[in-house]
């Protein structure tokens, strides 16, 4: 099948980096990736379809095994879904965990989890995990009440874990998240009301930017291999 120019992965990518390099973005890290070259993107249909979840899993895996496991250099891997955007951010929610639940089944069979994080998405310390590697996910899409995953398509942003663990223990991340979150203000006048300082709360809250609700249960399960 033949790519449209909505589905030209040139052209998308280029979409991404200005989006990311508009001065007025408020991820700092998500900036420093971009400019450093650091990310890796893979365009697809629908997401959560088996089609897309096939192709991104196989790239997935390509790029988990290029990293560095001491999360010392920034990396991340961006699936961009040009079909149908969700309309509504729960319509985007389910659509996001359907594609991670489905990844993780095809993932389980050859990979185990990450055991630096939970398998649990109500424990404080899950990420979800791909390749053996902990991910924090960052959802975007057109239907964002957050600006800064105001997206014109549905994509999910891998980022290893291991890169958060790195800056905390190097004694960065503290400075780099308020500096994130001053720029969020200045962005939409808030924080997103998810954001949780890191390792206090589970990730699973903050992956599709909606404001969940604080008796949200995540639709997630680990498949025990």
Request: a negative charge; one cysteine or more.
């Amino acid at each position: 099948m033949s790519l449209t120019q909505h589905d030209d992965p040139h052209a998308i990518t280029a979409e991404f980096v200005d989006f990311v390099r508009n001065p007025t973005f408020p991820c700092l890290a998500g900036k420093g990736v971009v400019n450093s070259h650091g990310f890796d993107i893979g365009v697809y249909g629908h997401m959560g379809s088996w089609r897309s979840t096939r192709m991104l899993a196989r790239e997935l895996r390509s790029f988990t095994a290029t990293l560095d496991n001491s999360g010392a250099w920034m990396r991340a891997f961006v699936a961009v879904f040009t079909a149908r955007a969700p309309g509504t951010e729960s319509e985007f929610e389910a659509q996001l965990w359907t594609q991670l639940q489905r990844l993780h089944d095809l993932d389980a069979r050859s990979a185990q989890w990450d055991e630096a994080v939970s398998t649990d998405p109500s424990d404080p310390r899950f990420s979800f995990s791909v390749g053996g590697h902990g991910m924090f996910v960052v959802g975007m899409h057109p239907a964002s009440s957050r600006l800064a995953r105001r997206f014109p398509y549905p994509a999910l942003v891998f980022n290893p874990r291991a890169q958060f663990d790195h800056l905390r223990e190097t004694g960065h991340f503290d400075r780099l998240r308020e500096r994130v979150r001053e720029r969020e203000i200045a962005l939409q006048g808030s924080i997103n009301p998810n954001l949780a300082d890191f390792g206090e709360q589970s990730d699973a809250r903050q992956y599709s930017g909606r404001a969940v609700e604080p008796d949200w249960t995540c639709p997630f399960h680990h498949r025990i291999p």
